[in-house]
């Protein structure tokens, strides 16, 4: 079998493992955020942490839900990591350094899981298990409710009535942020997680809290290497769409993932989750129509960036690459071409940041693809939550253009997109470009973040463009060869990470109340039918033209300067 066809079967194989999972998986999710009713174990939760599960929130309320844990669990996992030292399972390693310390935390309770450390040389069991494997839990489900909380804007058809001095207003409830955040850990994440982890654990991968080990080498001399919690933490990292590795090389490690059955399913627990919840977005709206719509939106794209990947990785020419079958530089043998691409592409359309090839060593116009992922806003899936909310958002964009085009009021899913609801959405757009384009320019400007750069020219400056693209979006992976682990680059990453996690959610959650005030307005025989063929192409056409107009000056600089002259 050539190594194209069997990259052609890996996506197949997993397309209908996808397929499988997609019907039960949505439908048992809206059941999850449908439900009144509340597991012992949750009513626990909720009596330790003083919150209570019935109270309905206003956007104001479930925005503050969301900033006040996050900003808790900043703290916490920081002071974790600065007293490694003096915990039990340290493993000896020290206490991290503030800056790469506050890096990690921002990291992990973004979701996005950028590591400049080398995981088996920095982090000891309790950081890794008590802290960072807890934020690989919480951030995702943090992400899945904010999703939930904007399709219940959409889909509330009336708003309950309060006084307030005398004159009735709208209160457009969104749900409890506690609950939802919670049900999202118990109910989804957590099962899943199990099952996973048992799965990874019979193909191989460890499951220990062992101390370090000195092992010898084939050619001489020693390396040093420990255990850990690897299958469970490789479990959420990839169903929460977190992407940090227990080591250094991360998914392309043999005790992370062994396999290439490991490999492809792995690929499929960060995908499966994201592309569902379009269906429970059906659900909870009332219309699996229009859940269908935005799942062939983001498929359409999923596998159009495939198929560019795998034919920018066969077709470079040159002679080393054709006795290799492409190019392997940079890439597991044990997976081979097609699956390292499909992992690529996956990896970089989900906030996950996993990989199992470095892409830095992928050609010029390959490593563009996984820039563009990103810098899609990382919808096709997309996160855990985030890349369902930001398609919804990149959805709303569509109806108001084509409302423009014929002359209508635009209308989606019964609520009518006014100018309060465009300048929510148009800022959730404009934030991440802003965030990457400035501080890349930065980055570049400076001398000192320069010195961190391996390679000089159009590569050089696609390290710098890639790490802010990576951080800004949420996403955690690297394209390798810069080194992250300076004071520049820890606080600006940090910084990146959060306002480009915090900052959209509050405009999400803003349009969310801004969508639940409003009475549903009749369709019409004018009114866009969003659950259309046509409306799935005109919302893939603004996508990428709205990205392509945003990004290409400077991916011309790099990847593609880099692809055009190879």
Not at 68 to 80: C, G, N, P, R
Not at 550 to 562: C, H, Q, V, W
Request: net charge neutral; proline share 4%; with cysteine.
């Amino acid at each position: 079998m050539g190594p194209v066809l069997a990259g052609v079967l890996q996506l197949l194989a997993l397309m209908a493992a996808l397929a499988l999972a997609y019907v039960p998986l949505g439908t048992y999710m809206a059941k999850v955020y449908s439900s009144d009713r509340h597991w012992r174990v949750e009513k626990w939760i909720y009596k330790g942490i003083g919150a209570d599960p019935d109270t309905e929130m206003r956007w104001p309320a479930y925005l503050r839900g969301v900033l006040a844990f996050s900003a808790v669990s900043v703290l916490f996992l920081y002071l974790l990591q600065r007293l490694q030292g003096h915990l039990p399972g340290s493993l000896g390693f020290k206490a991290i350094d503030p800056d790469q310390a506050f890096n990690t935390a921002a990291s992990f309770v973004t979701n996005t899981n950028w590591q400049s450390y080398y995981g088996e040389q920095a982090m000891g069991h309790v950081v890794q298990t008590a802290g960072l494997a807890v934020q690989n839990f919480v951030s995702a489900a943090v992400g899945i409710a904010v999703a939930v909380a904007l399709v219940r804007g959409f889909a509330l058809t009336h708003s309950r009535l309060r006084s307030s001095g005398g004159t009735p207003i709208r209160t457009g409830e969104l749900g409890n942020f506690w609950t939802d955040m919670v049900r999202g850990v118990t109910r989804i994440l957590l099962p899943l997680s199990v099952l996973a982890a048992i799965v990874l654990v019979a193909c191989g991968a460890i499951q220990n809290f062992s101390g370090i080990h000195e092992i010898g080498q084939f050619m001489g001399g020693h390396q040093q290497w420990n255990g850990g919690a690897v299958a469970s933490q490789e479990a959420i990292k990839e169903i929460g769409t977190n992407g940090g590795g227990y080591f250094n090389a991360n998914s392309a490690h043999p005790f992370e993932n062994p396999t290439p059955f490991t490999n492809l399913f792995e690929i499929f627990l960060l995908l499966v989750i994201p592309f569902a919840l379009t269906r429970t977005f059906g659900i909870m709206v009332g219309s699996v129509k229009q859940g269908y719509a935005i799942l062939a939106t983001m498929a359409t794209i999923w596998v159009g960036f495939v198929a560019l990947m795998m034919w920018t990785e066969f077709a470079h020419h040159g002679p080393a690459f054709d006795i290799a079958g492409g190019a392997m530089e940079g890439k597991e043998t044990r997976f081979g071409l097609g699956a390292s691409s499909i992992f690529a592409v996956s990896t970089t359309l989900t906030s996950t940041g996993a990989v199992d090839s470095f892409h830095s060593s992928f050609t010029g116009l390959g490593g563009g693809i996984t820039m563009l992922g990103m810098q899609l806003g990382e919808i096709a899936p997309g996160g855990t939550g985030s890349g369902l909310y930001g398609m919804l958002v990149m959805a709303i964009i569509a109806v108001f253009i084509a409302g423009l085009m014929v002359g209508r009021t635009p209308e989606y899913l019964g609520k009518k997109i006014g100018t309060r609801e465009i300048k929510f959405a148009a800022c959730y757009i404009l934030i991440t470009p802003a965030l990457v384009l400035v501080l890349t320019a930065a980055a570049m400007a400076l001398p000192t973040p320069g010195h961190s750069m391996t390679n000089s020219g159009a590569h050089g400056f696609s390290e710098i463009l890639y790490a802010y693209s990576s951080a800004a979006n949420n996403n955690g992976s690297a394209f390798a060869g810069l080194n992250a682990d300076t004071q520049w680059f820890n606080s600006t990453l940090g910084l990146a990470m959060l306002l480009g996690r915090f900052l959209p959610m509050v405009f999400v959650l803003a349009l969310a109340g801004s969508l639940a005030e409003q009475k549903p307005v009749p369709a019409t025989a004018g009114t866009l039918r969003t659950e259309k063929p046509l409306f799935t192409g005109l919302l893939v056409g603004a996508i990428l033209i709205i990205t392509g107009l945003t990004y290409f000056p400077a991916l011309a600089l790099g990847p593609l300067a880099e692809g055009l002259a190879s």
